[in-house]
């Protein structure tokens, strides 16, 4: 079932507009394309509009314009009950006046299930969680994680073939969001059940999709899987949200065979991967990421520009070092090095130069 | 924690014990405390916990008899009321001596007013021989069985020496009996005849319309109370300003209004007359019955029911109706399984409200009750205000309570107590 290569669609948004009071559009244009069995995450800053496209393929909005499809169905004018997609919620919702096994139950209950068929398969879908032995509690009585589990579950429970999850680890600490983290994805890829899953924590996006959905301002920015997303961000919106990211602001003055040759408001010029400017004189913003910085003088290959840096702070983090430099006027240029026996430690006022592979530095919009 | 183990109570670093600083430690904030609230205790004490006290030792409260005629009540000890002979000499000089004494200070009228509730016709007895054995010499002008009987032949009917000994306690179950519906007899306690009783129909027909008002409440308040913790906080404003509204206005004015509405040529029969529903000879009454009283109250007391609901919707987060959709419940299905259930504690503290508000409303019923529709309170006002039995009222009055103790019981036993939030 986990087949992410076939590509019939399954989940299908088609030129979907959403606007809550007719003047601002909250999602514009959205076209997204999901084969069965695929973990899918939205992902974004808040008020970017996930989601509402999320609440617009469970049903508790309706889009504006344009269709939704389900299995290739228009799911546009069905109530949510009868979508048959488990949710699980920020907030678990998990209902506080019944027992986790009634909690479980209630899917199969509205299902008009028989009762030894509907023990079979909350017990079975406890077990799935390694709740087993909570069914008789009541909601409040658990901690955080074991009511995200619960709910994981009771998702679960009535066997449907898309899941939708709405941040549903933002509420945990970071060990255990972690720990989760991987269970959800295990237990998606196992039961082969197609996820959208909506959070603004790359981290998570980053460990847990098959793909990632980047949206701001309404629209996806970029839709790619997680390597992708980091090492090839399409513009510099993605550049920034993703990960840790260096910038530097210059003017394209040349493109030959691939590399861009840009000059930094200082004057300097530097290597750069052409990704979103087409002819010289085009202002871009260069972007870098802090681990592909090298300041190694004997592992820089020949002839690419360097730049003079001055270093400002010198982090150590235990497994790598975090430096902060003046690159070009730009005091928040970082570099990460990992802590190996041979590193070379900077120091505070220290003067290096620095350089990158061109491909690693991608020239994106201003 | 060891140290409790091993060397018996923890210390503090001076030597004593820990648990009497940390007393002390704590002694001048209790103390504060206590000051802040004193005034409010002092209050509730003077204008609550006193006078319910006091009403609930009235419903009791037998000491006249004894105090006023202490020389009859110890004659009578011999006398058997179960038999058919009037009681004998010694009684009669008991009570001219009693009565001389009484009438010289005036009290004869009192312990006549209290015989009276018990047999009527006694007050009259009572005051009338009063102010003519003022004048006698009680010492040795007998016999006075005679003379009395021949001053008034009530002393000569032997009900008036039975109510005289059965009532001759210090304390008496009688006003709780005639708060019931019965009476002390001779023999003990026993049931009036039918064209006496009242009391038990009124105490049920009270808990049977604070039943139908409290129901109305519900089904009237429940989906305002809905529509309220659902709209934007604008509008709920605006909105909960419209339920708060009659609060504001006199309740008088409300009920008054209800007068105006409800008669028969009032408002309401007018429309429908106009519009044909109802024949001009045939309109429908409204008010001075217990569908007046069950309108006009349903409206007074609706706020207290939505208010509870509201404060308790308002935390019953949305989330949690989609959660059920999407686990595949219809609308229906999802309100009545997940949202009303957890919407109950609220419906609890607004009927618990709004009933015991209602058991005890006094002016509404009185105005737009009619003889049909009045309540026990009203009958209470009428003991303490017009009747001046004041033991009956307080002992009606006692039952009232302990009716709503009850119910309160019981609504705890069901459904729990810490189920109702009032916000």
């Known amino acids: 079932m986990a087949d992410a290569s076939n590509n019939d669609a399954f989940v299908e948004f088609e030129r979907v507009q959403k606007s809550y009071d007719g003047e601002n559009l909250v999602v514009k244009d959205l076209n997204l394309i999901m084969p069965k069995g695929e973990f899918l995450t939205m992902l974004g800053p808040s008020g970017s509009g996930k989601t509402t496209c999320l609440m617009m393929l469970a049903g508790f909005e309706t889009a504006t314009h344009g269709d939704i499809r389900l299995g290739g169905t228009s799911i546009n004018n069905i109530p949510p009950h009868k979508r048959g997609i488990g949710m699980v919620f920020q907030n678990y919702a998990l209902f506080p006046h019944m027992t986790i096994a009634e909690n479980l139950s209630f899917p199969l209950e509205v299902r008009k299930m028989g009762k030894s068929e509907r023990e079979a398969k909350v017990k079975r879908a406890l077990d799935m969680v390694e709740m087993g032995a909570f069914g008789g509690r009541r909601p409040s009585q658990l901690s955080g994680g074991q009511q995200q589990r619960i709910a994981l579950a009771r998702a679960l429970v009535f066997e449907p073939e898309l899941v939708l999850m709405d941040e549903p680890l933002g509420a945990l600490d970071k060990q255990l969001r972690e720990k989760m983290q991987f269970e959800i994805t295990h237990l998606a890829h196992r039961l ?97 990421r802090p681990e592909r910085v090298e300041y190694n003088k004997d592992r820089l290959s020949e002839g690419v520009h360097t730049l003079k840096a001055e270093v400002l702070e010198f982090i150590y983090m235990g497994d790598i070092f975090r430096t902060r430099l003046r690159v070009a006027g730009n005091d928040e240029f970082v570099i990460k090095t990992r802590n190996a026996p041979d590193q070379v430690r900077l120091k505070p006022g220290q003067q290096i130069e620095i350089g990158w592979l061109p491909e690693d530095c991608r020239a994106l919009d201003a | 924690m060891s140290d409790t183990t091993q060397n018996g109570p923890v210390l503090a670093a001076d030597g004593t014990p820990l648990k009497r600083s940390l007393a002390k430690a704590l002694r001048m904030q209790k103390l504060r405390a206590l000051m802040l609230i004193a005034p409010l205790l002092l209050f509730i004490l003077v204008t609550f916990i006193l006078p319910v006290g006091d009403m609930l030792f009235r419903s009791v409260d037998n000491r006249i008899v004894q105090d006023v005629l202490p020389n009859t009540v110890r004659a009578l000890e011999n006398w058997d009321a179960a038999s058919s002979e009037l009681p004998d000499e010694a009684v009669f000089a008991a009570m001219a001596v009693d009565l001389k004494a009484a009438a010289e200070i005036k009290v004869h009228t009192k312990v006549a007013k209290r015989l009276n509730y018990e047999n009527p016709g006694m007050a009259s007895v009572f005051r009338k021989s009063g102010r003519k054995v003022r004048k006698w010499d009680v010492e040795n002008e007998g016999p006075y069985k005679e003379r009395l009987i021949e001053l008034n032949d009530g002393w000569a009917d032997i009900e008036l020496w039975r109510t005289i000994k059965t009532y001759s306690g210090q304390r008496t179950m009688g006003y709780f009996l005639n708060a019931v519906d019965m009476k002390l007899g001779a023999d003990g306690a026993e049931v009036r005849p039918e064209t006496e009783r009242i009391y038990n129909t009124m105490l049920i027909r009270t808990m049977r319309m604070s039943l139908i008002i409290t129901f109305s409440c519900i089904m009237l308040g429940y989906p305002v109370a809905w529509l309220l913790a659902n709209i934007t906080t604008r509008s709920a404003n605006m909105l909960l300003i419209l339920v708060l509204l009659p609060f504001w206005t006199s309740l008088l004015v409300r009920t008054s209004s209800w007068k105006i509405l409800l008669q028969q040529q009032g408002v309401i029969n007018d429309v429908l007359v106009w519009i044909g529903i109802v024949g001009d000879d045939n309109r429908l009454v409204l008010i001075n019955n217990e569908l007046g009283t069950i309108i006009a109250m349903t409206h007074i007391l609706l706020p207290f029911m939505i208010l509870p609901m509201y404060s308790v919707m308002q935390t019953i987060q949305p989330t949690y109706l989609r959660a059920a959709k999407s686990l595949g419940a219809t609308n229906w299905t999802a309100f009545w399984r997940v949202y009303f259930p957890q919407s109950v504690p609220g419906i609890g503290a607004g009927s618990i409200l709004v009933f015991i508000l209602a058991v005890g409303y006094y002016i509404t019923p009185a105005l737009v009750g009619g003889t049909k529709g009045t309540f026990i309170s009203n009958l209470i006002a009428y003991h303490i205000s017009s009747s001046g039995n004041w033991g009956l009222g307080a002992a009606l009055g006692a039952i009232l309570l302990a009716v709503v103790l009850l119910l309160y019981w019981v609504y705890d036993k069901i459904v729990g107590i810490d189920n109702v939030k009032l916000g």
Do not use: W
Not at chain 1, 251 to 268: C, F, H, T, Y
Not at chain 1, 275 to 288: A, D, F, L, W, Y
């Open chain 1, 192 to 288: 082969g059940i197609t996820v959208v899953y909506v959070t603004h924590d790359q981290t998570e996006a980053l460990t847990m999709s098959d793909r990632v959905a980047v949206f701001e301002d309404g629209r996806i920015q970029q839709l790619a899987p997680p390597d992708k997303l980091y090492e090839e961000p399409q513009n510099s919106f993605v550049a920034q949200f993703i990960g840790e990211n260096n910038t530097l602001e210059g003017v394209v003055k040349e493109i030959n065979n691939g590399v861009a040759l840009v000059q930094l408001d200082d004057g300097e010029l530097i290597d750069c991967k052409p990704v979103n400017v087409s002819k010289p004189g085009e202002r871009t913003r260069v972007s870098i």
